[in-house]
């Protein structure tokens, strides 16, 4: 049972990318994924999350710039992110776990990063011009 993220990049302002994470050992439609971010000196936060059924959740700061979409038979989770900012410079992570994987994607996001138990690897996201 493993998760692998990957896709980031360095990328200009205003800019786009497309993050990837590859669930394997589990069923997408039976446990939600969803992307933290942690930047240097700062806490992990929730980014955008979706659950087993397909709903989605964004953190207001990304609302309307970033879209999560999944598609189960390929086991992929992806993150589109657009209209980038110097601000969503950070490592983004995708996360799950075997209890908290199953909730609605709002409550998995009111759950704290320390909760979640699997995690894939990372990806650097640099913003800069």
């Known amino acids: 049972v493993q998760l692998q993220a990957y896709g980031g990049g360095l990328v200009q302002p205003g800019g786009s990318l497309r993050l990837s994470c590859v669930a394997s050992?589990?069923?997408?439609?039976?446990?939600?994924i969803i992307w933290f971010r942690q930047a240097p000196g700062k806490e992990r936060e929730g980014v955008s999350c979706?659950?087993?059924?397909?709903?989605?959740w964004h953190a207001d700061f990304v609302k309307g710039r970033f879209t999560i979409s999944r598609d189960s038979a390929k086991h992929m989770v992806y993150l589109q992110l657009s209209d980038l900012k110097p601000e969503d410079t950070a490592v983004y992570y995708c996360?799950?776990?075997?209890?908290?994987?199953?909730?609605?994607?709002?409550?998995?996001?009111?759950?704290?990063?320390?909760?979640?138990?699997?995690w894939g690897q990372g990806t650097q996201v640099t913003v800069s011009s």
């Open positions: 996360a799950t776990d075997r209890v908290f994987g199953i909730d609605t994607a709002r409550n998995m996001a009111r759950r704290r990063a320390s909760e979640f138990e699997l």
């Open positions: 050992g589990f069923s997408l439609d039976e446990h939600g």
């Open positions: 979706i659950d087993r059924h397909g709903s989605a």
